[in-house]
Each structure stands twice: as C-alpha cells, then as structure tokens.
C-alpha cells in the first residue's frame, strides 16, 4: 500500500515534506509504503533523488532498495545533489492504528521525532538533516532473505540494507534520510514506556517498551573518516525516562545517574567508557555523550555493576608531582613506540589499599601542555602488561583534552598510561568497582 501526498479530500494515510522551512525541492520524491500486515503494520518512508529520471523505476515493496541501487538504474538514495548536510527535512506522516509506533531511522545529528494520537488516528513527525553514509555499489546489494548474503559490512540491525558497516573510511559519500516504522504493541501495561530513544549521528530508535534485559544496545552506520581523509564526528544523544531509571534501580539525581549508568562505545570487540554530560527534566535524563570518531561502533547504555562513588581528589599530576611521578611530561614527540607511565593507585584518593578489593577504577585523565607532529598524540590507559590497540585520549600540540576512563588494574595495583606524542599527565579518581 502506498501513502499520497496529504492535501485536499486525503487527511488520513499521507505524508507531508517540508526542506527549510518551504515546499520540497522537485526532484526530491518521497514513497511512503506500507507493509499490510493486520496485527502489526511496518511502514517505510524513503526519500531520493529523481533528477533526470522519467517514469516509475523506484521501488517495488517494502525493504526494497532505489533503481539505481538494484542495478536497474532510476531514483538515486544519494540526496547530495539537491539537499546538503544542513538542510532541515521535515516530513509528517498520518497513519491509522491503535498501536504505539516503534521507530528505527536513518538521519543526521539533529533529529527529532514525536508522535501524538487522537483515536487511531497517529501523526508521525520527523525533523532531520540527512546522514552522511557511505554506500555500497552494485556488487555488495543484498537480499535479505538469501541466506548466502554476506552482512559483515550491512547495518542490517536497522533493517536499512543499503548502508555499509564496519569501515574505517569511506570510498564514497552520500546523504541519506530514511524512516521505518512498526505499529508495535506494548503488552502489559508494565512493560511500556513512554519517551525512550536513542539518538546517533546516523541512526534513530525509539522504544515504546522497557528493554530486556537491563541493556540498549544501538549500532550505528557512519565511516571513521570521510572520503577526503578528514574526521567523523558523532553525535550521540539517549533520553531516558524516570521509568526505566527506576527500573534499573538509578536514583533520579545527575550525580547517581552519572555513578550508575554506564555508557560503551564497542568497537571490533574493544570496549571503551564514555563520559555522558547528563541534563534532568521532569520526566527523564538527557544523556549527552562526547563526540567520538566513528567507525561504525556500537553505542550500549546500561546499569553499572555496584559501583563505590568517591569524592574526586586528584591522584596523579606529572606537572608538580602528585602522586610520587616525576615532575615531567610524558613522551618523545613523536610517535615511534610510545612512552610507559605506571602509577600505583593502592590506597589513593579513597581507593582500599589492596588489589584484591579493586575490579576497576574510575578516573578523568587529562592531557596537558601537549606536543606532537603533524600526526597527532594519543594516549592509552590500561592494567598494565600489553597495552591494547586503542586509545582513551586524542591530542594535538597546544591542547588540553580530558576524558573519563574506566580500566581494570593490575594484580599489584598499577595503572599504566602509553603516551604517543609528548604531554603531561592529570588524573583524577571518582569511584571504583569491586574485584
């Protein structure tokens, strides 16, 4: 079933689109499909670039990807030819259920999507820029219900089968807007929730029911670097309302959410905690993460283990010697092997003065006074022994970057710090996690 345009006679199953605020441009179509399902409705709002293309060469069902991506020419998923990256999409949809719609998009970093019911009457209204994806040619389409399909490099959690996963960078660009919607139901009374969704720069998600068991975990589709080499920055943005907090037993205080929850970005299985700045409403947090570089992770919001909140103190200072370190930066300058500093955190800054009695410490790692060539420093930290192929902290010369940390500690108490690059070294402790 396909959706026209609202207007006239036609109020009810129709969409609307606004770009910046003014009629659409004309060569950005839309198809708004449903999948006709009696229980639980699916729908698909694509948009995409007819220029050029006469006739009707778009989609043929719903999951069904543009022309030109079949390998049949037509319609073009690439919108870069007639919206840029800060166009303002804003499309309403109006649908007929009496069940809570549950969301999955594909968007750029300021998305906005709300829903209101009267009736079964639901308008759906999605304010968006497009995403900046890297999509696949020809060779790589798929079919979803061929079992041979190869998915390692398919953002298929989001049912969005032309997006590519998983890279580092991107060998083509595209802007990208696209919605799926389900009319979920919410079951008993006690698994719903209102107002739970997940934002990335590049994926959507709204849950009208409590997630099981206590974990959101949310993929997300942007390269790690566009085609021009340059960084991709993420956005990440959760609202989570007073019900799930007081499902995941969170007291409703900034201070306690920021000690409770515990937020990961999971990257070809390595795991790093990220250090949300947390802003409460009446009803629930926003959760705002860092910007992060992107090569596809895994973002996973859940409740920390039992988790001891100190009063931060700093604990390690390499530009006056706190915590017994040299007075000295850390490094070379360059990026060779790096440079090693291990400090003892038994019995600092409230910390127990055993290793048995400690799992993890929590910590804001600074680097300061930094200096590195044109390249870029970084810095690892970990339980010492072999340092993982990662790193906690990104610089350049002249700047101050701190971030949160959290890593297990050695069998006799150390933390290590791998400096590429040539800075000195701040550390402040808030808690820890039991052995």
Not at 293 to 312: D, G, H, Q, V, W
């Amino acid at each position: 079933m396909y959706y026209s345009v609202c207007g006239g006679s036609t109020t009810i199953d129709c969409y609307e689109i606004e770009v910046d605020g003014g009629p659409a441009p004309a060569n950005l179509h839309a198809v708004v499909v449903r999948g006709d399902t009696a229980e639980n409705p699916e729908y698909e709002i694509h948009l995409y670039d007819k220029t050029g293309v006469s006739g009707n060469n778009d989609f043929a069902s719903i999951g069904d990807l543009p022309g030109d991506q079949r390998g049949t020419g037509g319609a073009r998923r690439d919108l870069s030819r007639i919206l840029t990256d800060d166009s303002i999409v804003h499309i309403s949809l109006i649908v007929t259920t009496r069940k809570i719609p549950q969301f999955s998009m594909v968007h750029g970093a300021n998305t906005k999507v709300t829903d209101t019911r009267q009736g079964t009457e639901v308008v759906i209204d999605i304010v968006s820029n497009p995403a900046i994806l890297a999509l696949p040619d020809i060779s790589e389409k798929r079919d979803e219900n061929d079992q041979s399909t190869d998915y390692t490099n398919k953002c298929g959690r989001i049912f969005v089968r032309d997006v590519v996963c998983n890279i580092d960078r991107a060998t083509n660009e595209a802007l990208t807007v696209f919605g799926r919607f389900r009319a979920y139901s919410t079951g008993p009374p006690a698994e719903s929730i209102e107002g739970l969704w997940v934002s990335t720069n590049a994926t959507f998600y709204q849950f009208p029911q409590m997630p099981e068991p206590e974990k959101i975990v949310i993929p997300t589709g942007a390269p790690h670097l566009r085609v021009d080499g340059s960084q991709h920055y993420g956005l990440t943005r959760a609202y989570l309302p007073v019900a799930l907090l007081e499902e995941w037993r969170i007291p409703f205080t900034e201070k306690d959410i920021a000690a409770y929850l515990s937020v990961k970005k999971i990257e070809d299985a390595v795991e790093t905690i990220l250090a949300p700045t947390i802003t409460l409403d009446d009803v629930g947090a926003l959760v705002e993460l860092p910007q992060i570089t992107f090569s596809t992770p895994t973002i996973e919001f859940s409740r920390n283990a039992a988790f001891t909140a100190l009063t931060p103190s700093r604990v390690m200072d390499t530009r006056d010697g706190t915590g017994g370190v040299a007075v000295a930066k850390v490094g070379n300058g360059i990026n060779d092997t790096g440079t090693v500093l291990t400090f003892d955190v038994l019995g600092k800054g409230g910390l127990p003065g055993s290793a048995n009695s400690i799992g993890a410490v929590s910590l804001n790692v600074t680097a300061a006074n930094t200096s590195v060539g044109d390249e870029g420093g970084w810095v690892t930290v970990y339980p010492c022994g072999t340092p993982p192929n990662v790193s906690n902290l990104n610089f350049v010369s002249g700047q101050i970057t701190p971030n949160a940390v959290i890593t297990p500690i050695s069998t006799d108490g150390e933390v290590c710090f791998k400096v590429y690059g040539k800075t000195h070294l701040i550390a402040d402790i808030n808690g820890y996690f039991p052995a």
